[in-house]
């Protein structure tokens, strides 16, 4: 089972540390869900602080937080 209860991520482009909670599933690995939901949240940020900036800087926030480490 994950160990973490929590994911965060930080925003490259306000710097705003974003936490989500560990998703429950059926299964005892966690972390697709919880990526999955970490990403939503991103986008959602994006959108809603950044929208009069959604041009390439807001672009590539949501491309570095969704891609895979």
Known sequence: ???ASHRFGKCSE???IICVEK???DS???EPRTTEMLYKVFRT???L???EEMNQS???I???ATKEK
């Open 1 to 3: 089972m994950d160990s």
């Open 14 to 16: 306000c710097q705003e």
């Open 23 to 25: 998703v429950v599933t």
């Open 28 to 30: 005892q690995n966690t």
């Open 45 to 47: 940020h994006v959108t």
């Open 49 to 51: 602080k950044h929208s």
């Open 58 to 60: 807001a672009a590539r």
């Open 62 to 64: 949501v491309r570095e």
